[in-house]
């Protein structure tokens, strides 16, 4: 599948803690906006790629949008898991001859007062919608804490400080670094410049995580539409290419108990291997990585896990602005990420991805070639190869 699809267009809504606006309507303005820039009209569209935890379906996006032709549609489980798969599934389409333009989409309300109903996917925070009373796995956590998605990522971050020696001055390289990027970028949320003292100052939320550990609470949408490489390149903007994908299941940071149980480590490295044997290419080629960042000690491992490093050694690995952009040995995420950017769960990282390989990014690395783009390596997850 090599080459053979391609991002002909990307848009996006404004980001705010609070835009007011239901999740469907940032739903159709992000999409909207990614047809606009790769010059369609939903008359051309035929394919639709999302979520299943979208408040906005598949038929109410058909109707809503006005897709009159679809002929492939695909709904995808988990979130920062899963932004990679989405859009694996759209560019396997196209390549079958299942559509010829597919559009991949995420809206996400999670500002404390962006909920549009009481359901966990009508925006807001999930876990403040828990029931009293919970069953299936969550009964065995809830009840002790483990409540929200900090409280998860806090014993993972804690085992990996304790089994590779990994420290606070390595995750606020992460935290700080990101931020470098969205200081640059006039669309993120959080632009105040960030210090390694800065990081220390802040309160923790569970530890070891600090508050600028923990991405941001937005709303807002970013969507993607995808066509064939020989399509691409008749359009408007300059095509960016598929290289090569994998998708990967593992146990998910939501189950404590399994994700340390289980070696996970044999799917991650299995995957990591089909993705570089696949593109014919190294981590040492890729010029920048967008990978989801969701909680900074989740970039560290991401890092382990794809190859850039060793096992247990990306606190080193960082330490120096390694992740700083533009000129740094590997820039991550430098729209701002989740971090600093906005929390769309890692669909944002696309747009930038494409930013930087039609070199118009607000924190361009020079000649940029080949671009990752990561899912969260705390879900079943995956990982996509971008070229110019």
């Not at 890092?303 to 992740?323: I, K, Q, T």
Request: aromatic share 6%.
């Amino acid at each position: 599948m090599r080459d053979l699809a391609a991002i002909a267009g990307i848009g996006q809504t404004a980001f705010s803690k609070s835009l007011g606006l239901s999740e469907t309507e940032v739903a159709c303005r992000a999409v909207q906006a990614a047809l606009a820039d790769a010059g369609l009209r939903t008359a051309d569209v035929d394919g639709l790629s999302i979520y299943d935890i979208e408040s906005v379906g598949v038929p109410e996006t058909v109707a809503l949008m006005g897709f009159e032709h679809l002929r492939f549609f695909a709904t995808h489980s988990h979130g920062g898991g899963s932004y990679c798969a989405v859009v694996q599934s759209a560019a396997a389409a196209v390549v079958a001859g299942h559509a010829d333009t597919v559009v991949c989409f995420r809206a996400r309300n999670r500002g404390r007062q962006s909920s549009f109903g009481g359901g966990t996917n009508e925006g807001g925070r999930p876990w403040e919608k828990i029931a009293p009373r919970v069953t299936g796995m969550y009964q065995y956590q809830v009840p002790l804490g483990i409540a929200a998605p900090a409280h998860e990522m806090a014993l993972i971050a804690r085992r990996h400080m304790l089994d590779y020696g990994t420290t606070d001055d390595h995750l606020g390289e992460v935290a700080c670094a990101i931020r470098s990027h969205a200081v640059r970028n006039p669309n993120a949320i959080m632009r105040t410049p960030m210090t390694l003292a800065d990081h220390h100052a802040s309160r923790f939320i569970a530890e070891p995580l600090r508050l600028l550990d923990c991405c941001i609470e937005t709303d807002g949408g970013t969507a993607i539409v995808v066509t064939s490489a020989a399509r691409a390149r008749d359009l408007r903007q300059r095509p960016v290419y598929v290289m090569a994908s994998v998708q990967c299941v593992s146990t998910a940071h939501h189950h404590p108990a399994e994700w340390f149980a289980l070696d996970r480590r044999r799917w991650i490295t299995a995957a990591a291997s089909d993705l570089w044997a696949r593109a014919g290419v190294t981590a040492a080629d890729v010029d920048a990585l967008m990978v989801y960042d969701h909680f900074t000690p989740m970039v560290l491992i991401a890092l382990e896990d794809w190859g850039f490093c060793g096992l247990g050694e990306s606190g080193p690995f960082v330490a120096g602005g390694r992740l700083r952009g533009p000129d740094g040995a590997l820039p991550v995420n430098t729209h701002g990420g989740q971090l600093s950017e906005a929390f769309i769960h890692g669909f944002n990282n696309w747009n930038e991805a494409v930013r930087q390989l039609r070199g118009t990014s607000t924190c361009q690395v020079p000649d940029a070639e080949i671009v990752m783009v990561a899912a969260a390596s705390s879900d079943p997850y995956g990982a996509v190869l971008l070229r110019r």
